[in-house]
């Protein structure tokens, strides 16, 4: 039996299994009695309701992710990369042409096969707990939008790198991790203003005290920002967050409206003094460079896997194409990929804390963040008791009881100088 097939299928069960094992324990390890901290916030039938969508949820995704393996098992051993393959080299195409055929001809299966899915999650399961607002005229809008630009992006970016492994020999990976990494830039400074708004209307924050609260701290702490923005949250869902986009003088902060109307101007601005202090600890520049670092590692890897004839042989192809390894590959990354996530979550939960830190010590009002940390997951209906293994694992945030605690606990410091 293929060598390559059975690390293959080995791989996909695994990390399968992993992730049942995971979110069982997760599901058995939340606690029915409400954590002090939120005493107040939470109510018991709501804490109870939290529990019972965590569990909804959970047999949701396991139940997808059982279907996806089995189709992707099946599709594997029956031989159905090989007969996509065939339809795309039957358009008579050149090899770059065959590969934007054959990829969207995949691509375009794993978004039917994914829209039931999204379907019962948005329309029956958030909808069940109060959080769907979204409209099927929206839902159908967000796939078509979505698809389009998946489509044009995808073009671009396969394109180029399917053209320097045709042409640019053994140094192909390089020039594909630079051309990958500039574009990855390129997409950073247009998605604000071109495609962020084609799902989300944008509209500047009205003069208010809200406002002025955001800039006069903004400018104490010599942060330029383009504007702040009230983004229409409330057309998809009722749940609450705020961001930053854009870089340097660009930078502009985007609120939900669902967070606005829940929150105090103080918290609002504790929130945002959080997301500032990401900025002011390089943490935004460091998940580049580690991003730039892990495509390379990527593509690198990738280089030894090109026109291979055993892993070829796995998805029992006819023909070699450089455009089908770099599907092929994706099964053997993944594992890799999952310890460079892990690895990325440890760093990522500990820039969490130190943005933590950063907003109690900038603003001063540790009350005001711990009470918008707290609504934020009580209006989220968020796990308060997460598996330490599912922490580890997927979480790119500390759980919101341990951030709390953390911030006590560098009060008390503080107290006692």
């Known amino acids: 039996m293929n060598i390559y097939l059975i690390v293959i299928i080995a791989i996909i069960v695994i990390e399968y299994l992993l992730g049942l094992i995971v979110e069982r324990l997760n599901v ?54 090989n007969f996509v393959d065939n339809i795309a080299r039957s358009f008579n195409q050149n090899p770059i042409v065959t590969g934007l055929i054959f990829t969207a001809i995949l691509g375009i299966a794993t978004q039917l096969l994914g829209i039931p899915f999204s379907v019962y999650h948005t329309f029956v399961i958030e909808q069940k707990y109060g959080f769907n607002k979204t ?14 630009l998946a489509a044009i992006i995808g073009a671009i970016v396969l394109s180029v790198i399917f053209w320097f492994f045709y042409a640019a020999g053994n140094f192909a990976w390089v020039f594909c991790w630079i051309a990958v990494t ?25 003069e208010g005290s809200l406002k002025s609260a955001i800039e006069n701290y903004a400018k104490e702490q010599k942060f330029a920002l383009a504007g702040v923005f009230k983004m229409d949250a409330s057309r998809r869902s009722t749940k609450s967050n705020a961001f930053f986009t854009g870089f340097g003088k660009f930078r502009r ?44 590692i990527m593509f690198f890897i990738l280089s030894f896997f090109i026109n291979n004839q055993g892993l070829f042989g796995a998805f029992k192809m006819q023909n070699l194409s ?13 594992p890799i990929n999952l310890f460079i996530s892990i690895f990325s979550n440890v760093i990522s939960r500990r820039h ?39 922490v580890f ?25």
Do not use: C, W
């Not at 916030?41 to 047999?59: H, M, P």
């Not at 450089?322 to 993944?334: C, E, K, P, Q, V």
């Not at 603003?363 to 796990?383: C, H, I, M, Q, R």
């Open 28 to 81: 058995k390890y939340a606690k029915d009695d409400l954590p002090k901290e939120f005493e107040g916030f939470y109510d018991a039938q709501k804490y109870k309701l939290s529990q019972i969508y965590l569990r909804e949820n959970t047999n949701f995704h396991l139940i997808k992710d059982t279907i996806s393996v089995i189709i992707t098992l099946f599709f594997i051993l029956a031989g159905g990369f």
């Open 135 to 148: 409209t099927v005229k929206t839902f159908i809008l967000d796939i078509i939008k979505g698809f389009i």
């Open 182 to 206: 500039l574009f990855q830039l390129f997409l950073l400074f247009i998605a604000p203003v071109l495609i962020m708004p084609l799902f989300n209307k944008y509209t500047p924050l009205e």
């Open 253 to 296: 902060i985007a609120l939900f409206d669902t967070l606005i109307q829940k929150h105090t101007v103080d918290e609002l601005v504790s929130v945002l003094a959080h997301e500032i202090g990401h900025y002011k600890k390089k943490h935004f520049i460091k998940g580049i460079i580690l991003s730039v670092i892990t495509t390379g």
């Open 322 to 334: 450089i455009y089908a390894s770099l599907i092929f590959f994706g099964f053997l990354y993944s």
């Open 352 to 390: 969490e804390y130190e943005a933590d830190n950063f907003a109690i010590e900038t603003y001063k009002k540790p009350e005001s963040f711990t009470t918008a940390l707290k609504k934020l997951t009580v209006d989220n209906l968020s796990n308060l008791t997460p598996h330490p293994l599912k």
């Open 393 to 417: 694992l997927d979480y790119s945030h500390p759980p919101v009881l341990k951030r709390i605690e953390a911030i006590r606990k560098n009060q008390e410091l503080k107290a006692q100088e």
